[in-house]
């Protein structure tokens, strides 16, 4: 067998963190009656997305710490300045709503059962290892997994194949005995190739690639039921 281990993304692949995002933004943002200076909930829900996305973006490309970017995240969305103390006080209110929302994509408990025991599973994510371990127990998922390696305690991201090298040596497996699953074609399936592993993107229709097209040889599925299928035929 070629592949002996899946690591996966979490958010937007196991964990549906847009659908909690939205329905927390829009629940956080009428809270604070601050919903009425958008011209619809679609536009407040994709301004909020917008924001969340740069500030990580910038988070990853070492801008800010993980808390320095939560702190100007709340700054930008509430719309007025805020000390640190108080700028923690309002991403924690939304924080909990975002809690509130977690869950697991329905599709992939039994995409798990139907990779077992063939396959083994780690995790790699652009994230803190904290934050991860509480989302993946949260949703009924951690013991699915043998290892998580987070970019924030590791010091390098994805794409960067030091990234999914790290993912490896957790399993302690080659790169090439490894597919990796990511919502992103660029920054998880593309990254994952170049980093000798076999990238695999996961299309849930919600990340379209910057250039309309995906990356040329990017392997896609679009629900990880059909991942033990790609897998059995990369196998022969
Ligand atoms: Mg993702």
């Known amino acids: 067998m070629r592949i002996l281990a899946v690591v996966w993304d979490i958010d ?45 973006d910038r988070y990853l490309a070492g801008e800010f710490t993980f808390v320095a970017q939560r702190r100007e995240r709340a700054r930008v969305l509430a719309r007025r300045p805020l000390t640190d103390a108080e700028a923690d006080v309002w991403m924690a209110g939304y924080l909990a709503a975002y809690r509130r929302h977690w869950r697991v994509f329905p599709d992939v408990v039994p995409a798990l059962d139907a990779l077992a025991p063939r396959r083994r599973h780690g995790l790699l994510s652009n994230n803190s290892a904290p934050h991860q371990e509480e989302k993946l127990r949260a949703i009924g998922v951690h013991d699915r997994f043998e290892a998580l390696v987070c970019s924030e305690e590791l010091g390098v ?80």
Request: charged residues 20%; hydrophobic residues 40%; negative net charge.
């Open 157 to 236: 991201a994805k794409p960067a194949a030091g990234a999914f090298h790290a993912a490896c040596a957790s399993l302690g497996l080659p790169p090439e005995r490894v597919a990796y699953v990511g919502d992103r074609p660029d920054t998880d399936a593309a990254g994952a190739d170049a980093a000798g592993l076999t990238g695999i993107w996961l299309d849930r229709g919600a990340s379209p690639p910057a250039a309309g097209d995906p990356p040329a040889g990017v392997r896609r599925i679009t629900s990880p039921g059909q991942l033990a299928a790609l897998l059995d035929t990369l196998d022969t």
């Open 12 to 56: 937007d692949t196991i964990f549906d963190h847009s659908g909690a995002e939205r329905r927390a933004a829009l629940e956080y943002l009428t809270a604070r009656g601050l919903l009425g200076r958008y011209a619809s909930p679609e536009e407040a829900a994709a301004h909020w997305h917008a924001v969340s996305e740069e500030y990580v």
